[in-house]
C-alpha cells in the first residue's frame, strides 16, 4: 500500500551547542515538516511513502528534495513554484530554558498553492491511505482549500484518511482560527492524532492533564474515554482517536504515554521515562508513523499504539527533525529493549 502524506518541506536553521539566536554566528542546516517527517519514518519501515509539496526551483529545494529521495520517500507528484523554500530556526532547550521556534515561511512556494495546482487523483491513483495535519491548513487560506480539495479526492477514491491536528498558534495569521478551518476537515477523517492542547484549541475537547512523573503513574483512562467519546460525536466518521500525552519535568526529562480509542474500546501505552531528551522535534511524527505501521499491517490496536509509543520514544534520542530508525529497533523498543545496553 502507498501511503502520501502532503505538507511544507523546511530548511531548519538551528544554534550549535545549545546556544541562544543572538550568540551564535554558525547555523546547523537540515531539512523537516511535520508531514515529511512521517513519510520518511514510513520508508524506514519498509512502506512505499510518498511525500506531496510545492517547493521553488532551486539548489536548496532540489537538496531537500535529495534527502527525503535518501531515505526512500517518493516525490513523484512534486510541484514547483515561484517563490522561496520556507525556514524555520530552532534554539535548542536546555535544562529549564525552553525551546524557542521563529518561522519564516511567508511567501514560500508552499504559501502560495491553490487547489488546482496537484493533480490529486494522479497521486491517489495507486494509493491506499492519505495522511495531512493541520499545519497544512494553517499556513494560508490557498493551503486549507487545498487540504480539503485533497481530503475530498481521498474519500472519492475510498483511502483510509489520517489527520494530525498539529496546532502551531504562530501560524494562524490569516484571520481564521483552527476552530473555525479543522473540524470540517477532521469530518472527512477516519483516524486522528493530538495532544491534549490540540484537542482543546481545535475542536473544544478536553482531557485530563498527564501527570506522570514515573513509569507507575495511574492513568486517568476513564475521564481519557470521556474524551475520546466527545471527539467521536463531533467527528462521526472518525473510527480511531489518538491522544499522544507528554508531561516536561525539564528539557531533557520528559515522561510519554499515550491512549488509542477505537470504536468504543480503549487502549493505554506503557509510560516511557525520558531522562537524557536529544531533541523532541518530530516525536508526534514518529508516534504517528508507528501506529500506521502497525494499522498497515493489520496488527493489533493495542499493538500499533505500543510501535506508536515506542518509536516516539527513540525519537527523542537523535537530533533533528526525521527519526532513524528501521521498524527492527522501533518493535524492540517496544518489546522492552530500552535499557541502552551496546548491541553486538
Known amino acids: 500500500m502507498k501511503i502520501v502524506t502532503f505538507g511544507e518541506l523546511m530548511l531548519r536553521l538551528t544554534p550549535p551547542s545549545f546556544a541562544r539566536f543572538n550568540q551564535t554566528s554558525r547555523f546547523e542546516a537540515g531539512f523537516g515538516g511535520s508531514e515529511a517527517n512521517v513519510a520518511v519514518s514510513l520508508a524506514n519501515?519498509?512502506?512505499?511513502?510518498?511525500?506531496?509539496?510545492?517547493?521553488?526551483?532551486?539548489?536548496?529545494?532540489?537538496?531537500?528534495?535529495?534527502?527525503?529521495?535518501?531515505?526512500?520517500?517518493?516525490?513523484?507528484?512534486?510541484?514547483?513554484?515561484?517563490?522561496?523554500?520556507?525556514?524555520?530556526?530552532?534554539?535548542?532547550?536546555?535544562?529549564?530554558?525552553?525551546?524557542?521556534?521563529?518561522?519564516?515561511?511567508?511567501?514560500?512556494?508552499?504559501?502560495?498553492?491553490?487547489?488546482?495546482?496537484?493533480?490529486?487523483?494522479?497521486?491517489?491513483?495507486?494509493?491506499?491511505?492519505?495522511?495531512?495535519?493541520?499545519?497544512?491548513?494553517?499556513?494560508?487560506?490557498?493551503?486549507?482549500?487545498?487540504?480539503a480539495e485533497a481530503i475530498a479526492a481521498a474519500r472519492r477514491r475510498g483511502l483510509v484518511i489520517s489527520c494530525d491536528i498539529n496546532y502551531r498558534r504562530n501560524l494562524w495569521k490569516y484571520g481564521k482560527t483552527a476552530r473555525e478551518v479543522l473540524p470540517p476537515l477532521m469530518e472527512a477523517c477516519d483516524i486522528v492524532f493530538g495532544t491534549e492542547l490540540e484537542y482543546l484549541q481545535a475542536l473544544g475537547v478536553s482531557m485530563p492533564a498527564f501527570k506522570a512523573c514515573d513509569t507507575h503513574y495511574a492513568m486517568p483512562m476513564e475521564g481519557y474515554a470521556q474524551a475520546a467519546e466527545e471527539v467521536a460525536r463531533l467527528l462521526p466518521k472518525c473510527h480511531t482517536i489518538v491522544f499522544a500525552l507528554r508531561n516536561v519535568l525539564n528539557a531533557q526529562h520528559h515522561l510519554l504515554g499515550g491512549t488509542l480509542w477505537h470504536r468504543g474500546t480503549m487502549h493505554e501505552a506503557r509510560i516511557y521515562d525520558i531522562d537524557g531528551v536529544v531533541d523532541c522535534v518530530g516525536v508526534g511524527d514518529a508516534y504517528n508513523s508507528g501506529i500506521i505501521y502497525g494499522?498497515?499491517?493489520?496488527?493489533?490496536?493495542?499493538?500499533?499504539?505500543?510501535?506508536?509509543?515506542?518509536?516516539?520514544?527513540?525519537?527523542?534520542?537523535?537530533?533533528?527533525?526525521?527519526?532513524?530508525?528501521?521498524?527492527?529497533?522501533?518493535?524492540?523498543?517496544?518489546?522492552?529493549?530500552?535499557n541502552g545496553r551496546i548491541a553486538r
Not at 298 to 325: H, I, M
Open 45 to 147: 519501515y519498509g512502506l512505499d511513502s510518498e511525500f506531496v509539496t510545492c517547493l521553488p526551483a532551486n539548489k536548496i529545494a532540489d537538496a531537500a528534495v535529495a534527502d527525503l529521495h535518501r531515505y526512500g520517500v517518493r516525490t513523484d507528484h512534486l510541484v514547483r513554484k515561484t517563490g522561496r523554500m520556507g525556514l524555520y530556526y530552532m534554539e535548542e532547550a536546555v535544562a529549564m530554558r525552553s525551546s524557542q521556534v521563529v518561522y519564516d515561511r511567508g511567501d514560500s512556494s508552499f504559501d502560495a498553492l491553490v487547489p488546482g495546482d496537484i493533480d490529486w487523483d494522479a497521486v491517489f491513483a495507486d494509493a491506499g491511505w492519505f495522511h495531512w495535519s493541520g499545519i497544512s491548513a494553517a499556513v494560508s487560506a490557498g493551503t486549507a482549500e487545498v487540504c
Open 295 to 338: 494499522l498497515v499491517h493489520g496488527l493489533e490496536l493495542q499493538r500499533s499504539l505500543e510501535l506508536g509509543a515506542a518509536a516516539c520514544a527513540l525519537k527523542n534520542t537523535v537530533p533533528g527533525d526525521y527519526a532513524q530508525f528501521p521498524i527492527e529497533e522501533i518493535i524492540a523498543a517496544a518489546d522492552g529493549a530500552t
